[in-house]
């Protein structure tokens, strides 16, 4: 069974940081590159953060970049976010995505919440 699974969301204070993870299962996880998503009440969805198969490349949207950092590890099949100096503007829902584009596969986790409040 394919499955995605975030975890790490939470409340935390502005300039705090978190951790999230995207734990993989039931496909094989180091062929597709991941993203995270996320999604603020009443807007759209946003990419906030790619890596490549492999781990070789990665990007951000302009407004996390500095902040956040994602990285993999094909050993345990897992993604993280790391987010350091939050603002309020970073709250929302975040989303891990993996994408094995190739075959035309695509999964998406059921997202985990983020809320940057004092």
């Known amino acids: 069974q394919v499955q995605l699974v975030e975890s790490g969301g939470g409340l935390v204070q502005p300039g705090g940081s978190l951790r999230l993870s995207c734990a993989a299962s039931g496909f094989v996880f180091r062929r597709y590159a991941v993203s995270w998503y996320r999604q603020a009440l009443g807007q759209e969805r946003e990419l906030v953060a790619f890596i490549s198969s492999g781990g070789g490349s990665t990007n951000y949207a302009t407004s996390v970049k500095g902040r956040f950092t994602i990285s993999m590890d094909n050993v345990k099949n897992t993604a993280t976010l790391q987010m350091n100096s939050l603002k309020p503007e970073d709250t929302a829902v975040y989303y891990c995505?993996?994408?094995?584009?190739?075959?035309?596969?695509?999964?998406w986790g059921k997202g985990t919440l983020v809320t940057v409040s004092s």
């Open positions: 995505n993996a994408v094995w584009a190739a075959a035309g596969m695509d999964y």
